[in-house]
């Protein structure tokens, strides 16, 4: 019954938007362009969100990183010669779980040191598999945290020592279960060989997951490799430390007195020369985080803006059909009919700039994957959106329709 009633209405509502085609046309628009640019905004804080909780995998609680830079003078074997002094005197810090030397760490941000490719076949044509890698020893698995799910960690006597100028050309390596997978999809990648820019390589280990320091990469995510060598650069090279407490400031502190101590071959920067993943996570995704506040205040205010217009129209058409309002509910027309009246037109109108705005709102999530780093958008973003915004119309509408159905027919009349 109430359907059928409303369904009479939609001719005279019709009719009446028609003759305030202006007006109409404006908030259909405004609909549309919020739709469009919510649904959007909506996408990006939603991609956002998911970097600022993708986890590294890592023990992050409780690692900390010491970025170690040398005096200038030292020749490589001395460099290589510190690093290994250098590790073992932090393994004998009180507090100091474990700890090993890289060229970078997770979360880091790209440097030309981190990236490398690798090959199926000395010979591949085809583009090469773009990896991040870590310089790593026997004791890196222990310090990050991650899980070792097949195969055999490094042996001492696999670790070598490389420049940055030279080509990786280890005996084994270590890889995520993700690239293993990646690489070898019929089969498992134990065992089997690739081809670094330096030779051949078996995989003799599968790490279950680890982040490599490129925090938005979608190409190389989690495609991380772990190369049994110490990195020896004569600008400096990364300490990771994994604590037994989550109270890290003591264990900092004793592990940079420890190696001051070694003599004046060092350059640590007092201030972030060492610091804690949890640090490192902030600074990551600090834009990630300012992106997703700015696009959730840009969604709000678009929001409030459309349902202002409504509820701004919505009143002034109440007070223009004053007479029509009374003359209706003189010929038998209830205060749910005048309710349901505005609430129907409300959902025409808003309907109209769904439509619209749906077709903009991925035209511009394409123009966005141009410009940005960004995926296609699914469908039920701007399906959400649309929701939201029908649910936003009707409490619009629903104070000016409320004050529209209370009107008495006698005093509607005589005020025309």
């Not at 003591?250 to 804690?276: E, W, Y």
Request: charged content about 15%.
């Amino acid at each position: 019954m109430a359907l059928t009633r409303t369904f009479m209405q939609l001719r005279p509502i019709v009719a009446a938007l028609g003759r305030h085609k202006v007006a109409t046309a404006l908030i259909v628009l405004q609909v549309a362009l919020t739709l469009a640019v919510a649904s959007n905004a909506m996408f990006i804080v939603a991609t956002r969100i998911v970097h600022l909780s993708r986890p590294t995998s890592t023990d992050e609680a409780h690692l900390f990183v010491i970025r170690n830079g040398w005096k200038m003078g030292q020749t490589a074997a001395q460099i290589n010669a510190n690093i290994r002094a250098d590790l073992d005197t932090l393994r004998n810090v009180a507090g100091v779980h474990d700890v090993f030397s890289s060229q970078g760490f997770p979360l880091e941000g790209y440097n030309v040191d981190i990236v490398t490719h690798l090959k199926l076949d000395p010979d591949q044509k085809t583009n090469a598999q773009l990896v991040t890698f870590f310089a790593s020893d026997e004791h890196a698995i222990d310090t990050l945290g991650i899980s070792l799910v097949a195969g055999r960690n490094f042996r001492p006597d696999e670790i070598t020592a490389i420049g940055p100028n030279d080509k990786m050309s280890p005996s084994g390596i270590i890889i995520t279960r993700s690239l293993a997978d990646k690489l070898f999809p019929d089969g498992s990648a134990l065992g089997k060989t690739v081809y670094l820019p330096g030779g051949p390589a078996a995989i003799i280990g599968i790490v279950a997951s680890l982040q490599g320091p490129l925090k938005n990469s979608r190409t190389m995510d989690g495609f991380t490799v772990l190369v049994p060598m110490h990195f020896v650069d004569p600008v400096g090279v990364v300490y990771m430390v994994r604590t037994d407490s989550t109270d890290m400031k003591p264990v900092i502190a004793a592990s940079l007195k420890a190696l001051q101590m070694r003599g004046g071959i060092r350059i640590i920067a007092p201030k972030g020369g060492a610091v804690t993943m949890a640090q490192v996570r902030e600074r990551a995704y600090a834009d990630d985080r300012s992106v997703a506040m700015l696009m959730s205040i840009v969604c709000g205010l678009l929001l409030l803006a459309t349902a202002g217009g409504i509820v701004g129209l919505s009143s002034f058409w109440v007070g223009q059909r004053r007479r029509q309002i009374g003359i209706r509910r003189s010929l038998g027309a209830t205060a749910g009919d005048i309710l349901g009246y505005f609430h129907t037109e409300n959902f025409l109108i808003v309907s109209g700039g769904i439509v619209l705005g749906a077709l903009l709102a991925f035209l511009a999530n394409l123009g966005l994957m141009h410009v940005y780093e960004l995926p296609r958008m699914p469908l039920y973003v701007p399906a959400l959106g649309a929701l939201l915004l029908w649910l936003l119309g009707q409490l619009a509408v629903w104070g000016p329709a409320r004050y529209a159905a209370k009107v008495p027919p006698v005093v509607a009349i005589r005020t025309e």
